[in-house]
């Protein structure tokens, strides 16, 4: 099902400050509380809705790639939102906490609910790209400094099975439950255990590879895809790919940001490309066909005879893919004719004697600043 606008779902326009923002999700969170509407199964579906678009929104970066690229941003950006109704919660919590909501119902059905599961902390990792990688799209075998898993102990950070015993305060569940005043009443509240952490076990006696931590410094080999058509600066999120948690919780992510590399030839403009290409005088005059370069090699182009210094040539298809898949920008090429410095003897004199031609005395027409020559190659 396509999804509705970030925009949209919190009623507020996109000149929004993030003040505006944040209080139209306070309004919806309230009004789709699953508390609030314990018959409406729809409920939940929009509380979940109206997060994601807060969670995009409310983040100045996010909401920069949701500006230009739309939800095909959010996908690059982030792979996407799947929080459940714990996360939610969770990560949202100082949004609640004016309204009497620190934590989530006792009916819910989580992983909270059992024991917490400790996250990896993320990578961050830059990866430089030429414009021909960028052109096609590009996979890349990176390594990758990190945590990984102990392998003396699997990762449990315990010396051996025997070295695990249950929490005695939570008896394994991870957390403890506590009554909290709010305004829809009495509300039953999870909070994590202070003498597991949340965890439902201890560990008697640790691991002497990593000390009881469950992960020890190393590296891996990630496989980086990163499509056709990305942006200097364009961040992907590759998830379960970052730090390794301890006590076997789970991985977390590694972001990789593009670094376009400086062309020595073409310069880049969106999905469009530009080109300096110099022809001779006489190519100028008398017409020609050139080669120039183009990203997957050479492609001719015809000079008309009499051609001006800076006349824009346009190759349509010849430029950058556009990242969200709809077809590819163009080549622009400025034509600049090549005056020779230095003449021997006889060149001199052929120039001097064409110098007392009329057809070589300049008669310049009234033309358009670069500018409006480019924008007018694209009406």
Known sequence: MEKRDYYEILGVSKTASADEIKKAYREKALQYHPDRNPNDKTAEDKFKEAAEAYEVLSNQEKRAKYDRFGHAGMDNFGGGFSMNMEDIFTHFGSVFENYGFSGFRSGFSSRQSRCSVPKGTNIRIKVKLTLEEIAKGVEKNIKVQKYIKCDTCNGSGAKNKDAIKTCSTCNGRGFVVRTQQSVFGHMQVQTECHTCHGLGTMITEKCPNCLGDGIVKGESVTSVRVPAGAVDGMQFVFRGKGNAAPSN???????????????????????????????????????????????????????AAGTQPSTLLRLSGKGLPNIQGYGKGDLIVNINVWVPKYLNKDEKQMVEKLATSENFKPQPPKQASFFQRVRRIFE
């Open 249 to 303: 919780g789970e991985n977390g992510d590694l972001f990789v940001l593009v670094q376009e590399e400086k062309h020595p030839v073409f310069e880049r403009d969106g999905s469009n490309l530009y080109l300096e290409h110099y022809i001779s005088f006489s190519q100028a005059t008398l017409g020609d066909t050139i080669e120039i370069p183009v990203l997957e090699g050479k492609a001719k182009v015809k000079i």
